[in-house]
């Protein structure tokens, strides 16, 4: 059985102020005392990252051991060694393509996929690459990923900071119902739009939502609204019906 | 010289109703009487979306002789024949991605590299689709591209339907000025935020924004905000200055 995903959308739902302020007890049941890997590669300045997750983290849990993957001399070693009952990965925010082209020449992507017994977070980016691809990423291709398979620890797809239309625009860009719907023009499985605040859990084969809502799109479905604490465990088994 | 290019955000500005309205005297200069070639593969429905545009186009210029690109046994054998002083090709919007994997795997992408001669027009994706790369485009990334590189039809980069931070949003993903910064973060050529009713014509060697509003973006440079009817023609020299 694969260990414990906490998938954010991103830091805090609309309004709060502290980053996982909302988030305090699955965040301590997923890190506990464990040494946290952070992955900062979707960012700009990877230290400066790091320190501010890590700062965010430790006003909320108190006291932790947050490393940054990146100071490693080989990052994918570090995945491939850590040890699943004392360590923890946490892969961050930023740009998914950037993310996605940097742990694949790094070899962190190809070793996140072989450790599926090691716990995994992400929040926003970190969260589209838990996925099967990063395909419901809503970010600006700023190089070529080189690839869109991603880890897979969840066999549908998130679309984090999911956003509803503002019935006030006068903007003619798709909205993001919209994009979602093209992706089901050329993909079967499912995706989950995360509002900001939400989360998905995968934890010993069930699947739920929590945090805040959601809105679950399958093709030839209508969207369906989720409100928080939704169980999804059937669409572990039916991510493309 | 290369034959014109003009490369619209998208057929309308904020508040208008009629496609291409406020657009008719670039268009009649563009197409004339010319065959107009319209290549519609970033949209869902490949016939309805040419007769969508070209209702709209004729609703505007009066009677045209608009073609589906897509009907032709080989489209790419119908660029490559083209003749420059009869014939207008018009790329469409929808997905940027979709447009790009089609237009590579049918060949149409290689046949309008090479026809600089042939006047091109685009809307939305199909302006992205004219830029050096498609790495400025806001859509989802719903299939594989088959690659970055792009017409290359302008030095400089769009960024269709640009649109400004709403100041009362709560919404914590990224700005488009975010996503611009974060592109420059990897890349070097300026990018043109085109706000939604405005245009590009590359003409003669010269580069005009007209339609509407725009805000340009440079590597190193506070961006800047640029009136309908600026004369861009210094950026065809310096794209990544």
């Not at 994918?76 to 699943?84: G, K, S, V």
């Not at 940097?102 to 977070?121: H, I």
């Not at 589209?128 to 869109?148: E, F, H, Q, R, S």
């Not at 398979?149 to 119902?177: C, F, K, M, W």
Request: hydrophobic share 35%; aromatic share 8%; proline share 8%.
């Amino acid at each position: 059985m694969p260990a414990d995903a906490l998938l954010f959308s991103n830091s805090r739902p609309p309004g709060a102020a502290v980053p996982f302020a909302h988030a305090a007890e699955p965040l301590r049941r997923h890190v506990g005392e464990r040494t946290l890997w952070f992955a900062p590669w979707a960012g700009g300045d990877l230290d400066a990252y790091t320190g501010f997750v890590a700062e965010a983290l430790e006003n909320v849990l108190g006291p932790l051991d947050v490393r940054g993957l990146h100071r490693e001399p080989d990052p994918a070693a570090t995945i491939r060694d850590a040890d699943p009952d004392r360590e923890t990965v946490f892969v961050g925010g930023g740009n998914t393509f950037r993310l996605r082209r940097r742990t694949g020449d790094n070899g962190v992507l190809d070793a996140l996929k072989a450790r599926e017994d090691l716990r995994y977070a992400g929040a926003s980016a970190g969260s589209n690459l838990a996925c099967p691809t990063i395909m419901t990423t809503n970010d600006m291709p700023i190089v070529d990923p080189g690839g869109y398979d991603a880890v897979g620890r969840i066999p549908v797809q998130i679309n984090p900071h999911y956003l509803d239309p503002d019935p006030h625009s006068t903007h003619r860009g798709e909205t993001r119902q919209q994009r979602i719907e093209e992706f089901h023009e050329e993909n079967a499985v499912a995706v989950v739009g995360l509002r900001e605040g939400a989360w998905l859990l995968h934890s010993d084969d069930t699947l739920t939502l929590d945090g805040y809502t959601a809105r679950l799109f399958r093709r030839g479905h209508e969207p369906v609204e989720l409100p928080a604490g939704t169980d999804l465990t059937w669409l572990l088994a039916t991510p493309t019906s």
